[in-house]
T-cell receptor, first 114, second 117 residues
Framework: AQKVTQAQTEISVVEKEDVTLDCVYE???????LFWYKQPPSGELVFLIR??????QNEISGRYSWNFQKSTSSFNFTITASQVVDSAVYFC???????????FGAGTTVTVRA | EPEVTQTPSHQVTQMGQEVILRCVPI?????FYWYRQILGQKVEFLVS????????KSEIFDDQFSVERPDGSNFTLKIRSTKLEDSAMYFC???????????????FGPGTRLTVL
């Protein structure tokens, strides 16, 4: 069974538009951690943000913000005022206290057009 | 800022040959991981490693794969007899603490693109 689902395959926006990426996760653990990683065209995986299951406070960091809703098992990520450099594949990932790995979603390709 | 490094960036090999992919984790990190990403697909976990032992491995990580920390800085992934389906990007990652804990953020290297012909 998929532990992390990213239903959006591709999103295309014009520069300065906001982009929201959806992520739904599945776990039986009460303690877990959620992440967003960015994979630009150059191929590396860049850590963006993490959230602990026991802290549902939503935050903003620069142009990034996230909405963690335990009740719906969702961890959505928003890029405000998108820029061309934001064009990348974005992966949501889950780590659980019961195992020793990150489980990734399938990724959402974001294309920001000038 | 400390980072994970990987060599080579691209490796081309013939089917049946052995390859060794190398990684230098961040120096104060204790947990090491290998993941792979077949072109256009999601990132898949292969193995986690701590204290010179495998902590967990996936179904992908069969007897053809092995990992080693030969010295205090390098972490290697060996594929004994490569197959066409091993062609992928291989990422090394490291973390201060084990996945599933409060300081478990995994930082990834730039990847090694393995092409098996």
């Amino acid at each position: 069974a998929q532990k992390v689902t990213q239903a959006q395959t591709e999103i295309s926006v014009v520069e300065k538009e906001d982009v929201t990426l959806d992520c739904v996760y599945e776990t039986r653990d009460t303690t877990y951690y959620l992440f967003w990683y960015k994979q630009p065209p150059s191929g590396e995986l860049v850590f963006l943000i993490r959230r602990n299951s026991f802290d549902e406070q939503n935050e903003i960091s620069g142009r990034y913000s996230w909405n963690f809703q335990k009740s719906t098992s969702s961890f959505n990520f928003t890029i405000t005022a998108s820029q061309v450099v934001d064009s990348a594949v974005y992966f949501c990932a889950l780590s659980e206290a019961s195992d020793y790995k990150l489980s990734f979603g399938a990724g959402t390709t974001v294309t920001v057009r000038a | 800022e400390p980072e994970v490094t990987q060599t080579p960036s691209h490796q081309v090999t013939q089917m049946g040959q052995e390859v060794i992919l190398r990684c230098v984790p961040i120096s104060n990190h204790l947990y090491f991981y290998w993941y792979r990403q077949i072109l256009g697909q999601k990132v898949e976990f292969l193995v986690s490693f701590y204290n010179n032992e495998i902590s967990e491995k996936s179904e992908i990580f069969d007897d053809q794969f092995s990992v080693e920390r030969p010295d205090g800085s390098n972490f290697t992934l060996k594929i004994r007899s490569t197959k066409l389906e091993d062609s992928a990007m291989y990422f090394c990652a490291s973390s201060v603490a084990i996945a599933g804990t409060s300081t478990d953020t995994q930082y990834f290297g730039p990847g090694t693109r393995l092409t098996v012909l």
